[in-house]
């Protein structure tokens, strides 16, 4: 017997109910923590339920909801909807297959309840109860430094042996003449509407940015994507952009790239957005405007001055232990690094915990963080990227998709893997674009923390038909770059003798 899916109230209650009920109280505090967290995103909450695991009496202080982008805004909701643009696309795609559909229908509303669903079923990871069952104090409120090692909530005084700061970033004002009055959307406020906007212009290509332009084309809605720097994607190897780019286009998105002068202007319900693109003037109008470019750290309200903590506009400042000038006090995920990204904030978080709670001096250097952006193709990166690589003395492996099986019998043949790499052939970095991306880019981090070469990934036997035959096949290239002319006169003698 089939039972019918939740509706978008009881997603949202479910939502609530992991992370804030209303009929929560906080509790009173212990006379003292080992460790107090401020911020209850991938970072606080990794930080906390680790640090309760070992024993450690820790307090959570959230002041909204607890989940942070993770669950509210970037992360998860954006993923989803890019995976219902996914499917969408495979549908409207299928006859490359021999498959005939009928015309497809669906709408935004149906959408953007799909997206709570996801929202509400994730909720129980790092859910208030999880934490209240691993003995964590949570404090919903705003959290105020006293002293060095006291923080006030809402009057209530927590102090701790040692505290860490992961509150986290927002979405940042942008200083584009009219855009204020144009009430933009952000990544959070674009999902919680009643339904998808029949055109938009996203101001951003960096990836947040290009998932969000693919996925809503796929959706049905125009979009329209505005660049300021020569290319999208401009911290990507210039490979990676340009593929992307006429993906994008092949898509219907519209992009404009070195976008000058930009000015917008409210007419009603319409916005009207005029700028320099590619050198030319242009105007567009468009249902709503969608900023995923530019981040303000969430530190105003801490009084950090008051712990003897340094920041600046760009968040808190942290030595390579993630210690701020405070050496009671630490800082994790995005309020305090570049990474910003969910598994980032929880890499950090572990190496918080051990520093902050025993005599460790782990360092974040030590780390290799990939990133993953989930366009179709995906794109995944680690380390140094190839034209830093090759600019420093390294050499490059690579392969394309196009030479893939896998990649044949799904028409995804656009792509290609690079692998970093010395001349014993040790990983330094890689660069992927594949539909799987994100995936493979984990045996190349494992290769990397390891020391697995490539000569090690070419005697690596992977399944057939997969993409991730394509790293062993990066092997076998690095391995014929070590047949040197000298090398193969002594295996023709070799051969010539066993005749």
């Not at 959408?111 to 919903?140: H, I, M, P």
């Not at 994507?225 to 340009?242: G, K, M, N």
């Not at 600046?312 to 990474?339: K, L, W, Y």
């Not at 989930?374 to 420093?392: F, L, Q």
């Amino acid at each position: 017997m089939s039972h019918p899916e939740p509706s978008h109230a009881d997603n949202r209650a479910t939502l609530n109910e992991q992370c804030r009920p209303s009929g929560y109280r906080n509790p009173d505090p212990q006379s003292r923590y080992n460790l107090v967290v401020v911020g209850s995103g991938t970072a606080g909450i990794s930080t906390a339920l680790g640090a309760a695991l070992l024993g450690a009496k820790v307090a959570l202080v959230e002041r909204d909801m607890l989940g942070g982008s993770r669950l509210h805004s970037v992360t998860l909701p954006t993923k989803a909807l890019v995976r219902a643009g996914r499917a969408a696309h495979a549908l409207r795609t299928a006859e490359k297959f021999g498959v005939t559909l009928q015309p497809i229908e669906w709408n935004s509303a149906g959408v953007l309840d799909y997206v709570r669903a996801v929202q509400a079923k994730s909720a129980a990871s790092g859910s208030l109860q999880e934490l209240l069952d691993r003995n964590v104090d949570v404090f919903f409120g705003t959290g105020r430094f006293v002293d060095a090692q006291t923080l006030d909530v809402e009057g209530a005084r927590l102090r701790f042996a040692r505290a860490v700061v992961a509150t986290g970033v927002r979405p940042a004002k942008l200083g584009i003449p009219g855009l204020a009055e144009c009430e933009p959307l952000y990544s959070n406020t674009l999902l919680r509407q009643a339904r998808l906007p029949d055109s938009v212009a996203i101001l951003g290509g960096g990836p947040v940015g290009v998932e969000l332009a693919q996925a809503l084309t796929r959706l049905g809605v125009s979009v329209l994507l505005y660049e300021q720097r020569l290319r999208i994607l401009p911290r990507e190897d210039a490979d990676v952009s340009t593929l992307l780019t006429g993906i994008l286009r092949s898509e219907g998105v519209q992009i404009h790239q070195d976008v000058r002068s930009m000015r917008c202007v409210r007419n009603g319900n319409q916005r009207t957005i005029e700028c320099d693109a590619n050198g030319l003037h242009a105007v567009h109008t468009v249902e709503q405007i969608l900023v995923t470019v530019g981040n303000t750290p969430n530190i105003e309200e801490l009084r950090l001055d008051q712990a003897g903590v340094e920041h600046d506009p760009e968040g808190i400042r942290v030595t390579e232990q993630m210690r701020t000038t405070n050496p009671r006090i630490f800082a994790c995920g995005d309020v305090a690094s570049e990474h910003h990204y969910p598994h980032a904030s929880e890499a950090l978080a572990r190496t918080v915990v051990g520093n902050a709670l025993f005599f460790s001096n782990a360092s974040v250097r030590d780390l290799n963080i990939p990133t993953a952006i989930y366009t179709d193709p995906e794109i995944a990166r680690v380390g140094i990227s190839a034209p830093d690589g090759i600019d420093s003395g390294l050499n490059e492996a690579h392969c394309f998709l196009s030479a893939n099986d896998r990649a044949r019998l799904d028409h995804s043949e656009a792509g290609f893997v690079k692998l970093v790499h010395d001349r014993r052939g040790q990983i330094k970095g890689a660069t992927i674009v594949s539909p799987r991306a994100s995936e493979l880019i984990g045996e190349v981090v494992l290769a990397m923390n390891h020391r697995i070469s490539l000569r090690d990934l070419a005697l690596t036997v992977h399944p057939y038909p997969t993409e991730s035959e394509l790293l062993r096949k990066c092997g076998d290239y690095y391995r014929t770059t070590l047949l040197t002319p000298a090398a193969l006169r002594l295996v023709k003698k070799i051969m010539d003798w066993r005749r």
